[in-house]
Structures are given as C-alpha cells and as structure tokens.
C-alpha cells in the first residue's frame, strides 16, 4: 500500500467534507464565505472562511455552479441539471427558471460557470458519464445568459467537457477549457457585446505532467491559474507564450477548481475531488475531497474581484 501523501506547510484545509465531486468556487466578499459546489451530491456549499464552519442547501439536480446576484443578499443563480435558475440562497427554493439548454441532449449537465465584469452568465455543459470521466464525446456547448436582455446564446459547439473561464484584466481575452481534448483556449473577447472571435490553442496539456486542465482563474497580471484533474496540483501560466510559470502541490490527485479571494484577494481557494477514487488512491491521498487555502500563492500573486450574475430588475418581484 503507498504512503499517504501529506500536506505542505502553504496548503491548508478549509474544509474536509469528503465532497464527491466539489468545483465552482466563488469568494463572496460580502459574507466572507466560499461557496461552492458538490456537483453529483446536488449541494451547494458556503464555507465561512475565518471560522472554517460549512452550512449547505441542497437543489433537486446536479449543480454545476452557483454564483451570487448583484444587489440581493438572498438570491443566487444556479445550474441545475441543464437549467439555469434563480434560487434562494438560504433554503434552495427555486425562484425562476430562466433557461434550458442542449434540449436535444436530454442527458447533458451543466458543468461551470461564471460571470463576466457585465454580469452576464457563460456557462457550459459536457455529454453523458456512462461512468466518472468517461462522457460522450462532442455533445456539449458553451453558452452565455443575458440576464438584462434575458436571451441565450450558444458560443461554442463540439464541446466534450466544458470547463474553466476566465478573462483577462482588460477584458480583450476570454479564455476557455475543453478538458476532452486537454485544450486551454484563447479568444479575442468583446467585453460591450460578448461576441468571441480568433480562436486558438494557448496551452495543450498533454505531456504537461499536471493533469487534465479543469477548473481555471486569471490573477491580476492575466497569468492564468489550472487546477489539474489527477495533476495534484493547480498550474500557473503565461497568456501570451503559454509557459508554465509556477506550480502548487496538493495533496488531492483530482484537483478540480481555484479561484482567489480573502484580504486584497491574496489567497487562493481550491476543490477538489473523491469520485472514480479507489481505495489505493483513498489512502494515498486520504484529503480527496477537500476544499483548500493557499495563504501565500507563488509569484506573489494576487486576484480580483469576481463578477456576480446581473438580471432584469422586473424579473425580480
């Protein structure tokens, strides 16, 4: 049996709950909480980050992400199965359903999700898991919700397994994950109108040593941050040349997000995951599951706020 694998002096544990399959966190300074999510667990987490206490709600579907609304305190937005709905933020109760997508895909999911500084919604779905990381391939699309306009557009198509977004500190970039193909990409972004054009590979990750690109943040020099599905680790990158810049360890082999956050947005939090796990890798890497803080990130990196999701007042009576 291999030794277990412990944790370094940079990383520590905000909070072990053996999540099946947690992603999509969001540091909301209002609260001074992490949330995030157990996709397959259908739970949506918030994570006191000075008191490390966890409370969670639990939605009728898998959740892909959940992100807070501007201007309320009670509701977020949230992907449920393949909707993207409003729920309250302190029970779960779904408010509104405002889309559905890939109705020709009934077994899709959602699977991230984040807002651009407009407040708009670009969320992504990935085909069917006839068993954990095996889904049909091609089946899933990248999409964004206008809250203000309340449409929908698809984005991007032939996506296996839609991943991390993230956009750069002047908002001429977005850069997106398909972990099918390994593939982080750029794109020319349009911040007024959302329009995505110039689409090209930025970093291949295969042979890179660090896993299956996943879940991804930007810091505010635009270098780019990559949780590595069995990687144990979140990568750094260059948006322009594409080299690895810096590397955290953890002591989680399917490290799935990251995102910054805490004071001056110095810190980093990272989710990661116990599913499609055995028992060798359990008890190599008995924190599986556990969400992390990097206190001292490297390069001295530091992030900026994140963007909440933003939607017709008239919709909120």
């Keep these: ?41 259908k739970a949506v987490n918030f994570t006191n980050v000075d008191s490390k206490h966890t409370r969670s709600i639990y939605l009728p579907d898998s959740v892909g992400s959940a992100l807070p609304v501007e201007g309320s305190a ?16 302190q029970t779960g109760e779904m408010h509104h359903q405002l889309a559905v997508v890939d109705e020709g895909f009934p077994k899709n999911r959602m699977n991230d999700g984040k807002c651009d500084t407009r407040g708009r919604l670009w969320c992504g779905t990935m085909g069917y898991e006839k068993s954990p990381g095996e889904p049909v391939s091609s089946e899933g699309s990248l999409f964004c919700y206008d809250g203000a306009t309340r449409t929908l557009t698809q984005k991007v198509t032939d996506v296996c397994v839609s991943n991390g977004m993230a956009w750069d500190p002047d908002n001429t970039k977005m850069y997106y994950i398909d972990s099918g193909p390994r593939k982080l990409w750029s794109f020319d972004f349009e911040e007024a109108s959302g329009l995505l054009s110039n689409r090209r590979v930025l970093v291949d990750f295969h042979d890179k040593g660090v896993g299956i690109p996943d879940g991804m943040c930007t810091d505010s020099e635009g270098r780019l941050w990559v949780a590595g599905f069995f990687g144990a680790a979140v ?73 909440r999701f933003k939607w017709a007042v008239n919709l909120m009576a």
């Design 235 to 307: 990568s750094c990158w260059d948006p322009c040349t594409g080299e690895m810049l810096a590397k955290i360890e953890f002591p989680a082999r399917r490290t799935t997000s990251c995102c910054f956050g805490g004071p001056d947005s110095r810190w980093m939090f990272v989710t990661t995951a116990r599913v499609g796990a055995g028992e060798e890798e359990l008890s190599k890497y008995p924190l599986s599951g556990a969400v992390f803080v990097v206190r001292e990130v490297p390069l001295g990196a530091r992030g900026v706020p994140l963007s």
């Design 74 to 89: 009670s509701q977020m937005v949230a992907l449920i199965g393949r909707k993207v709905c409003i729920v309250d933020r």
């Design 1 to 41: 049996m291999s030794a277990s694998v412990g944790i370094s002096s940079a990383v520590e544990v905000l909070c072990n709950g053996q999540a099946i399959l947690a992603e999509g966190p969001f540091y909301d300074d209002h609260t001074n909480e992490l949330i995030w999510v157990d996709i397959l667990n």
